[in-house]
């Protein structure tokens, strides 16, 4: 049996404890070997001044898993062309890592609008999808697709991991440090230090 990868992608700008709890709790109780912090660069053509460069926000992630040896960080879709979509990521890791199976993570709300993505029945029959609760209460542990709203009556199964619900964004860190409020409680202690040594989101 090929050893199973899940793939959490995010910017991770900043990333903060809940994305570690999420990342942890899936390495830990489900049955995915390891889990990938897939870094997201940001789009040439949208850039945004509250999005840090990619190698900074590569640097905090790593910096923040350095002591849980089943999470990774990736940076696979810092070399692909822009605009990138994810079923051209799955099929580079693919072709990179042919000894792993790659799965998708993706929150309870992303689910909702998965079959708006590109190519998004090629990623539903090659690659499992582990979902994690955005609402409360969580909903059933496996989501059939007969019942989601994805056209053409897709068939398949979804894991639902009930994983801890997490209220924490990275939107909300960014507006308090600028705000000058205290935030530390909510980033890992050597993120914290990077982003103000850094004197980022200020």
Same mark, same amino acid.
Not at 137 to 144: A, D, E, F, G, L
Not at 164 to 179: D, G, H, L, Q, V
């Given at each position: 049996m090929p050893k199973k990868v899940g793939l959490f992608f995010g910017t991770f700008n900043p990333i903060h404890v809940g994305h570690l709890i999420i990342a942890n709790h899936l390495a830990e109780h489900s049955d995915l070997a390891e889990v990938w912090l897939v870094v997201t660069p940001h789009n040439p053509h949208k850039k945004k001044k509250t999005l840090l460069d990619d190698i900074h926000r590569l640097a905090m992630v790593r910096i923040a898993i350095e002591d849980y040896p089943k999470l990774k960080a990736s940076n696979i879709e810092f070399g692909l062309p822009q605009p990138n979509y994810t079923v051209k990521t799955l099929a580079v890791l693919e072709e990179k890592y042919p000894e792993l199976e790659f799965c998708l993570i993706m929150g309870e709300d992303n689910l909702k609008?998965?079959?708006?993505?590109?190519?998004?029945?090629?990623?539903?029959?090659?690659?499992?999808? +582990?979902? +994690?609760?955005?609402?409360?209460? /969580?909903?059933?542990?496996?989501?059939?697709?007969?019942?989601? /709203?994805?056209?053409?009556?897709?068939?398949?199964?979804?894991?639902? #991991? &009930?994983? /801890?619900? #997490?209220?924490? !964004? !990275?939107?909300?860190?960014?507006?308090?440090?600028?705000?000058? &409020?205290?935030?530390? /409680?909510?980033l890992p202690n050597n993120v914290w230090e990077y982003l103000d040594e850094m004197n980022f989101y200020k």
């Open positions: 609008s998965l079959h708006k993505w590109k190519n998004f029945e090629v990623i539903l029959k090659r690659h499992a999808i +582990y979902v +994690y609760p955005r609402v409360t209460p /969580p909903s059933s542990t496996v989501i059939n697709t007969e019942a989601s /709203p994805f056209e053409g009556g897709l068939r398949g199964m979804f894991t639902k #991991i &009930n994983a /801890p619900i #997490i209220e924490i !964004s !990275s939107t909300f860190i960014r507006k308090n440090i600028a705000s000058g &409020n205290e935030i530390r /409680p909510m």
